[in-house]
């Protein structure tokens, strides 16, 4: 339950850096932000350790376009898109990991 919710937390952090980034698609000089969490999520797992990761966002490397602002739509788009799928099956694991315990409790199944 914790690697889920870390993993929920670094979706959503995710999901608002996206969203900054497309708000300020047209912002002259702008960089854009990236969110990573699962190499940290990863070697927590890994190493059986608490599996209680903060997400960390960094600016992005993308080369900029001639006005500063290296935001890429077409990539932003997509990176939300997946995101967006990856919290949707995270939040799916999370309800199965409840019913399973629901189950359990109630001596039903």
Known sequence: MTAL???LRGLSARQTAIADNIANVETPGYTGKVVDFESSLREALASGGQADVAPSTILSTEQALPNGNN???GEEMVNLTATNLSYELAIQA???KFGILR???S???
């Open 5 to 7: 919710h870390s993993m």
């Open 71 to 73: 935001v890429q739509i």
């Open 94 to 96: 999370m309800t199965a």
């Open 103 to 105: 189950t359990s409790i």
């Open 107 to 109: 001596g039903q199944g």
